[in-house]
C-alpha cells in the first residue's frame, strides 16, 4: 500500500510544529512523507529528515492531505491550489467554506488541538461535513492520536463553540491558579508557597479527576461539610458556573464571527 503524505503549512508553528514532530516521534509517518512549511525558512526538525519548502503550492503538491496551520489572519495571505485534496484547518474562526472556497479542496477538516499538543495532551474535536472513508477517519483520528485525544463532532458549530472550550487549552487552568497564588500572597501566605500551593491544586491534585467523575468527586468533599463545602458553596452563590459558561460563550462568538 503507499504510504500516505502529509503536508503542514505553517509546519513550524507552536501547533504545527508540534504535530509534525509528533507525528515522526510516534512513528505514525515517516520523515520522507512530511513536508512542512514556512516563510522564514526555520526548520527546527532539520534532523528529522522531514523536508521544508519555502513553496506552499509544492508542499500541497507533494502530499495527499494537508494541513494548514497558520493565524487566522495569516490565510488570506496563502494561495493554494488543493482540489482534489484533504486540507485540514487548525484555524480557530475560518469556516470550511471558506477554506473550500479558497482551497478548491475536495474534503475539508476542521480540527481544534489545543497548546497542549506540545505535552501530547491536546484534546482535539474535529468536523467534517464529506462522508469519509474508514481509512480516512482513521487517518485523521490516528494523526491527532500523535498529540493526544481526539474524536470527531456531529456540526461545525461545535467546533466553534469548542474552540473557547478545549482549544483554550492552558488558560482557563492558568487563570485560576494565578487567582489562588494573589489571592493567596494578599492574605498573606509567602510568595513561593504561595505558588506551590496553588500549582499543587491546579496541576497535581487534579489529576485524580483523570479517573473520577468531578460531580462525584464534588459530592464527596462537599458531605464533610467543612472548609472545601464552604468555599464551593460561596462559589456556587457567586454564580461560578454561569461565569463560565458566560465565558466560553463570548469566545466562542470570536469564533463564530472569525477573526
Ligand atoms: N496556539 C494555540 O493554543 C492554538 C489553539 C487552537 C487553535 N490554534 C490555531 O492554530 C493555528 C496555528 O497557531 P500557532 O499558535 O501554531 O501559530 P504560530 O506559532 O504563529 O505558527 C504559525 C506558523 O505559520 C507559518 N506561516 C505564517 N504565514 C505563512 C505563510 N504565508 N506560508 C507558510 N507558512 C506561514 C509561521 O512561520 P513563519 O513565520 O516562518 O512563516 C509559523 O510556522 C492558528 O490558526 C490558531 O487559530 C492555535
Known amino acids: 500500500m503507499r504510504v500516505s503524505t502529509l503536508g503542514i503549512i505553517g509546519g513550524t508553528g507552536w501547533l504545527g510544529g508540534a504535530l509534525a514532530q509528533a507525528v515522526l ?19 527546527p526538525l532539520q534532523a528529522s529528515g522531514a523536508q521544508l519548502l519555502i513553496d506552499n503550492q509544492a508542499v500541497v503538491d507533494a502530499s495527499d492531505t494537508v494541513v494548514i496551520s497558520v493565524r487566522p489572519e495569516q490565510f488570506s495571505e496563502l494561495t493554494l491550489d488543493a482540489s482534489g ?6 484555524m480557530a474562526g475560518v469556516t470550511s467554506q471558506a477554506i473550500a472556497e479558497a482551497t478548491g479542496a475536495t474534503v475539508v477538516v476542521r480540527a481544534m488541538p489545543n497548546a497542549a499538543v506540545a505535552i501530547r495532551q491536546s484534546f482535539t474535536p474535529w468536523h467534517c461535513s464529506s462522508e469519509l472513508t474508514p481509512a480516512a477517519v482513521a487517518f485523521v483520528q490516528g494523526m491527532f492520536g500523535c498529540v493526544g485525544m481526539a474524536s470527531r463532532v456531529p456540526t461545525e458549530q461545535c467546533i466553534d463553540y469548542l474552540s473557547a472550550l478545549s482549544g483554550t487549552g492552558p488558560a482557563l487552568p492558568a487563570l485560576l491558579m494565578a487567582a489562588l497564588m494573589r489571592q493567596a500572597v494578599a492574605a498573606g501566605v509567602p510568595e513561593d508557597i504561595a505558588q506551590d500551593a496553588a500549582r ?3 496541576v497535581n ?9 468531578p460531580h462525584a468527586l464534588l459530592d464527596a468533599l462537599k458531605a464533610y461539610k467543612g472548609v472545601t463545602a464552604q468555599a464551593l458553596q460561596s462559589l456556587e452563590d457567586a454564580g461560578f458556573e454561569r461565569l463560565i459558561g458566560d465565558a466560553v460563550h463570548a469566545g466562542a462568538e470570536v469564533a463564530r464571527r472569525g477573526m
Open 25 to 43: 516521534e510516534t512513528g505514525f509517518l515517516r520523515a520522507g512523507s512530511l513536508f512542512l512549511s514556512n516563510r522564514s525558512g526555520r526548520h
Open 85 to 90: 485534496k484533504r486540507v485540514i484547518s487548525l
Open 200 to 202: 499543587g491544586v491546579v
Open 205 to 213: 491534585a487534579s489529576q485524580l479527576l483523570a479517573t473520577t467523575e
